[in-house]
Each structure stands twice: as C-alpha cells, then as structure tokens.
C-alpha cells in the first residue's frame, strides 16, 4: 500500500513569510495529487487538484507541484497571513484518497 | 457555493447502538464517499458509492456499516453495533466524476462512543 508521509509534521513561521510544505510517497504509479486544508475541528478544504500528467497548479499565493520520479510533491505558500494558520494534508488519488498527516502550520503576526 | 452538509454536527451514543449519520451531496455529483478521522490519525477510506452501490470499500468497512441513499439526495452511513473504537469524526465527500475527480467534503459528524 503507497505510504504518504508529510514532513514537518508542525511548522511556525512569522507573517509574510513564504515556506514550502512537503509531501512524499512510495509508489509513482500514482493517479492525481491533492492538496487540503483542514481547520481546528472543521471539514477538508479542497486547494488544489495536480493531474498525474500535470507538474504543477496554482491558485492565487498557492502553489503545488509534483514530482512523481523523485514520488514528492510541494505545497509552496508565498507571502503567509494568520490566516493561512491550518493543517495542510496531501492525498493521493487513486479508487480513493490516500491521507498523509498533515503538516500543522502556525502564522505568527 | 454548492456544499456538501452533514448532520448532526456531534453524536454521542452508548456502546452498542445504532448510529446513522447523514449527508447531502452536492446536487450534481454522482459519486459518494466516506472517510473517517480518529483523533489524532490520518484521515482514512471508508466506502465510495455510485449508482446506487459500494464502488469500493476499504478493511475498515466491515459487515457493522453499511451506506444506503434512501431518496435523491441523502447519503447515509449505518453503524449497526457502536463500538468505543468507532469514536471519531466522519466526513462525508462528493464528486462529479470519479475518485479521481475532486473531492469535496463536508464538515463532519463526531462520532462519540460511551
């Protein structure tokens, strides 16, 4: 079974920061990658869907990107608001989604 | 926005009963899934549905749940004989396509087994 594996699994990072979060996993035979965000207690928020065929997506200050040679994909962040305080979980898609961990992020003011 | 709902928002219930949780889909969508959330874990594959039966099915998905669309818009998941174990949040996702497809979620029900 593909491991998904999601590293760190916190980060904090002062406001207006970029970072880059990391997902990797073990297999390359993968279908599409996708990107969540989840708050406190909260459902999954969808942000970005990558076709396996695809190398990367954007949607407004995020960025995703994959790799399936190397089996990572980013999450890349750019100019990082209080808001964007959440915990980020990656998923491989195949007959149905594949969860890492998540990484915990922090935007301090 | 459409969105996918879910209720209740929390059910607490005693060792042994019955639970049934519920969700509507988004409207469109035709595919049906299940995933849950122990505190603490991954969030893992229940069961996927469309056309009116079990796409898929994950180990987790033994013979004490079961899913059933009772009219054109719920979605439901059936735990027969709640266990402490079962104790966790259920999320509900739906999507026009497949699996492959994006996946829209609801907010959860917390699941709390006494």
């Known amino acids: 079974k593909q491991e998904v594996t999601q590293i760190p699994a916190a980060l904090s990072v002062p406001e207006g920061e970029n970072l880059v979060l990391n997902c990797s996993f073990t297999?390359?035979?993968?279908?599409?990658l996708q990107w969540f965000r989840q708050d406190p207690g909260k459902g999954l928020t969808s942000l970005l869907l990558?076709?396996?065929?695809?190398r990367e997506q954007t949607s407004g200050r995020l960025n995703a990107s994959l790799d399936k040679s190397s089996g990572r994909s980013t999450l890349y962040i750019a100019a990082s608001q209080p808001g964007d305080s959440a915990t980020y979980l990656c998923?491989?898609?195949?007959?149905?989604?594949?969860f890492g961990k998540g990484t915990s992020l922090l935007v301090t003011p | 926005e459409p969105e996918v709902t879910q209720t209740p928002s929390h059910q607490v219930t005693q060792m042994g009963q019955e639970v049934i949780l519920r969700c509507v889909p988004i409207?469109?969508?035709?595919?049906f899934y299940w995933y849950r959330q122990i505190l603490g874990q991954k969030v893992e594959f229940l069961v996927s549905f469309y056309n009116n039966e079990i796409s898929e099915k994950s180990e987790i998905f033994d013979d004490q749940f079961s899913v059933e669309r009772p009219d054109g818009s719920n979605f439901t998941l059936k735990i027969r004989s709640t266990k402490l174990e079962d104790s966790a949040m259920y999320f509900c996702a739906s999507s026009i396509q497949g699996s492959t497809d994006t996946q829209y979620f609801g907010p959860g029900t917390r699941l709390t087994v006494l």
């Open positions: 998923a491989l898609v195949g007959y149905a989604l594949n």
């Open positions: 990558i076709q396996s065929s695809q």
């Open positions: 409207s469109n969508h035709l595919y």
């Open positions: 297999d390359s035979a993968i279908y599409n």
